[in-house]
């Protein structure tokens, strides 16, 4: 089966979920990777260039990175090529000549396997499938975008202030996300100085970024970003339904809470009930010695 990997780049380096779907693709059949040329995405363009693409190189499957902008090319891709789209993809088999998709549904209450007919445009989430060590970078074409619509025009890209040093949510292997139980902004240090060793990404709660105590990208839920990382601790946050819905693909899931009815606890593999500001600082520095850096 010929497969075409639309990748990703960032900062010239081709994104991770895009090298875990390339070295996975590599295994399922013939891949050819491809990307479209430019920094900055454009749905019309990117979608065009996408779709002639695979029209032209007797793909019967095209699979991209369910990121926010792979989400959007995914769709609109499908939709100019008339294949079947699967969403936000955990897994994928071919079988019998269809591709059988794994993807959470109803805010990731069920796990469906969906059954798609060839042709089909899938995308998987980042961290679904793990990137093999010393996977080397796949060979890759670049395409040109498409035309563009004359009703559309580029105005200016604004870079979010917490794009600093520490790694994208999206992508992140470790994680370590807090909720109302921090109290307050000024506590966040416990927070960061936990990601810090862990070389973890920060999440929050929907209650804390609607409180303005961190900001909105940072949000993980059903109305913020969905994410699977390898480790994802939860500070003094409840487990509402919402939350649990971008958090609960996690490979490994860490609960502080000092109620042990918290919800959080029912799909955690990893359980303290007890006041995180005892926890957290005692947790950092042991996991610093266990590193040797304490
Ligand atoms: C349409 C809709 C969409 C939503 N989307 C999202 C979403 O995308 N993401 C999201 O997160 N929420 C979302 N929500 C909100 C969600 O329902 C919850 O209100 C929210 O997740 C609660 O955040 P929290 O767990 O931080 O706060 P709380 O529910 O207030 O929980 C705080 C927790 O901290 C614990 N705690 C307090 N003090 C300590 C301490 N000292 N030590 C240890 N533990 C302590 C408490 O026991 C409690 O369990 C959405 C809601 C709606 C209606």
């Known amino acids: 089966m010929k497969i075409l990997v639309v990748a990703e780049k960032k900062d010239e380096a081709i994104r991770r979920v895009s090298l875990e779907i390339a070295a996975k693709a590599a295994t399922l059949g013939e891949t050819e990777v491809v990307a479209v040329t430019g920094a900055r995405y454009s749905p019309i363009a990117w979608s065009g260039a996408v779709a002639e693409k695979a029209k032209a190189s007797g793909a019967q499957l095209v699979l991209v990175g369910a990121t926010l902008n792979g989400r959007d090319l995914a769709a609109r891709a499908a939709a100019k090529l008339g294949w079947a789209y699967a969403a936000d993809c955990t897994d994928l088999v071919p079988k019998d000549g269809a591709a059988e998709a794994r993807r959470p549904m109803y805010a990731g209450k069920v796990r469906a396997t969906v059954k798609v007919p060839l042709p089909a445009v899938v995308s998987i989430r980042p961290g679904s499938w793990a990137l093999p060590a010393g996977a080397s970078a796949p060979k890759l074409t670049e395409i ?151």
């Open 144 to 294: 040109a975008p498409g035309p563009e619509d004359a009703r559309l025009s580029f105005e200016r890209f604004e870079a979010t202030a917490s794009g600093g040093k520490r790694v994208s949510l999206a992508e992140a292997r470790a994680i370590v996300s807090a909720g109302r139980g921090m109290k307050g902004p000024e506590n966040w240090k416990l927070v960061e100085e936990l990601a810090d060793v862990l070389g973890a990404a920060t999440g929050a709660s929907r209650a804390v970024t609607d409180a303005g105590w961190r900001p909105n990208e940072e949000q993980v839920g059903q109305t913020g970003k969905t994410v699977t990382p390898d480790l994802y601790v939860a500070l003094g946050i409840s487990g509402a339904i919402q939350h649990l819905a971008g958090m609960t693909s996690s490979k490994v899931i860490v609960a502080v809470n000092k109620d042990p009815d918290a919800d959080i606890f029912k799909i955690a593999d990893y359980g303290v009930v007890g006041d995180l500001f005892e926890f957290v600082p005692a947790f950092t520095e042991a996991v610093k010695k266990v590193k040797g850096n304490g």
